[in-house]
């Protein structure tokens, strides 16, 4: 069964930095665009960050400069670093998988900012 495990949620003054994992299971990794979402304010999530197979990451404006997106195919794990944290940052983060159209989700980790 195809899963996504994020972990590393918390509570994070602004200013400061965090890391996200989110760990896959029952998918052939390697072959799946990874990305970062949080939910926002709209009906729909907003991307975060995303990283292709080849590896290429691609930000948002939101979070570029200050965001760093990172896979390791032999561990079936992708990674979110952000810094320069602000309250704004503040959401549930998602991470995603896809590959041929398909998507799968992770069940999301809350991220809290406070001054």
């Known amino acids: 069964q195809a899963q ?13 930095s965090l890391r ?11 072959f799946n665009t990874m990305s970062w979402y949080r939910q926002g ?7 975060v960050a995303t990283i ?3 590896g290429i990451a691609d930000y948002a404006d939101s979070v570029k400069g200050r965001a760093t997106i990172s896979r390791d195919n032999a561990r ?7 810094n320069s944290l602000k309250p704004e940052d503040t ?4 991470c995603s998988a896809l590959r041929s159209g398909h998507s799968i989700w ?3 980790t809350q991220i809290t900012v406070v001054p």
Request: aromatic letters at 6%.
């Open 20 to 30: 996200l994992s989110c760990k896959a299971s029952g998918i052939v990794f390697a």
């Open 4 to 16: 996504l495990v994020e972990s590393g949620g918390g509570l994070v003054q602004a200013g400061g």
């Open 91 to 94: 959401d549930v983060y998602y």
């Open 106 to 108: 992770g069940q999301g």
């Open 76 to 82: 079936s794990t992708v990674e979110l670093r952000m």
């Open 52 to 54: 292709s197979t080849d």
């Open 41 to 47: 304010s709209g009906p729909q999530r907003e991307l």
